[in-house]
């Protein structure tokens, strides 16, 4: 997969541009505050549907404009022609999604589209922030290469949200029927099965490949681990369907939803005092090691980092595996912050020859951060104010 032209239109600092981008590395480079990060947002605004700085979309407007507009050509592996998402976001009304020119419904029906995978610093908090982090990351991954997944999680949100109304309800004394306590404890349950049964196997994946990249960086000093933790699951959990490499055994062995939809009758006098769901997938986790100790609490920076970049590479291959061709890479302003072995290890892994073709778009203060003779094959843009030229 490969972005062709990213076309911009009073989106945050700029007022106009059209951006070429090549197969290959690409780098956006320019002082701070000039754009670089802005141009790489509208991007990936097309892979998620939002804004990956967590903006509300009237922030995206230009100060003075009425409208923020931005649109998307990429093409697929093997496809002759482009196709061009574009996204109009007007500062009071709906906005408006099209796919070649044909109207979408919702952002929801807009992700999986285009893929790509974002790292920026921020990431860090991947290891180093709560719980929620890391589930943001397993449902931004696996939103994007299975529809599915998406939808048992739309639902899941929908449900989830009912049932705390439901016990909010409960809370101020009024009367919760046993058939809408069983509506809800079973459609949370098969939601939730359904959900980590898909979590559980991108993790067993994610773990395989973080293996792999963290030893190359590393040198193979260290030993990273993944183990996925799920209130949906019981903890001897074995022989799971596993949806992304095994879709056959969903339909030979669905996923068991007894463990969760217990937890969902058992403790109910529990969650009305507490006034929300206590259990189910929402509390999920993914427990990140290095030789046995929490890398959350252990490991330093460097390792941190390292552990995140080795998490966004297996992201990327997991997209290739599962969905059939790697999506866009996108670093931003995350060179900077590496010494020159890793920056030629991340694009040695990115782009080496062997391997299908890969797309990269860097963000950089300084032109020169791509490191050796692999800079000669570079696409190089420079932004300021907001404009993007040739370099």
Not at 26 to 36: D, F, I, P, S
Not at 157 to 164: Q, V
Not at 298 to 326: D, F, H, N, P, W
Request: a neutral charge; one cysteine or more.
């Amino acid at each position: 997969m490969t972005v062709t032209t990213a076309i911009y239109e009073n989106w945050r600092n700029i007022a106009s541009a059209r951006v070429e981008f090549s197969p290959g590395i690409n780098v956006l480079w320019g002082m701070n505050a000039q754009g670089k990060s802005n141009i790489l947002e509208g991007i990936y605004f097309f892979a998620r549907g939002r804004s990956f700085r967590g903006a509300r979309e009237k922030e995206l407007v230009r100060f003075g404009s009425e409208f923020a507009r931005a649109s998307l050509s990429f093409r697929r592996d093997g496809y002759e022609n482009d196709t061009a998402l574009e996204a109009v976001l007007p500062l009071s009304g709906r906005k408006r999604l099209t796919r070649n020119g044909a109207p979408l419904s919702s952002a929801a029906e807009m992700v999986g589209n285009f893929r790509a995978v974002l790292f920026t610093p921020s990431n860090l908090s991947v290891v180093s922030g709560g719980p929620g982090e890391r589930r943001a990351f397993l449902d931004i991954a696996l939103s994007q290469i299975s529809g599915d997944y998406l939808l048992w999680l739309r639902r899941w949100t929908k449900l989830l949200a009912e049932r705390n109304a439901l016990i909010r309800r409960a809370g101020e004394g009024e009367s919760v029927s046993a058939e809408e306590w069983a509506v809800y404890a079973e459609g949370l349950a098969e939601c939730g099965a359904w959900i980590a049964c898909y979590r559980a196997d991108y993790v067993s994946l994610l773990a395989g490949a973080v293996g792999r990249y963290f030893a190359g960086m590393t040198g193979g000093a260290e030993i990273p681990g993944l183990e996925y933790r799920s209130h949906a699951l019981e903890e001897t959990s074995e022989n799971l369907p596993k949806p992304l490499t095994d879709p056959r055994s969903l339909t030979s062995a669905p996923p068991d939803p007894g463990p969760l939809k217990t937890r969902l009758t058992a403790y109910r006098d529990r969650e009305i005092a507490a006034g929300s769901t206590l259990w189910g997938i929402h509390k999920d986790d993914v427990l990140l090691s290095l030789n046995g100790r929490e890398a959350r609490t252990y490991a330093s920076q460097g390792q941190q980092r390292s552990l995140v970049l080795s998490m966004k590479l297996g992201e990327a291959e997991i997209a290739k595996t599962v969905g059939g061709e790697y999506p866009v890479i996108l670093l931003d302003d995350v060179f900077s912050e590496l010494d020159e072995n890793r920056r030629r290890f991340i694009l040695d892994a990115l782009a080496r020859e062997d391997a299908a073709p890969r797309q990269i778009i860097v963000t950089s203060c300084e032109p020169d951060i791509i490191p050796g003779a692999r800079a000669e094959h570079v696409n190089f843009r420079h932004v300021e104010g907001g404009k993007v030229s040739e370099s």
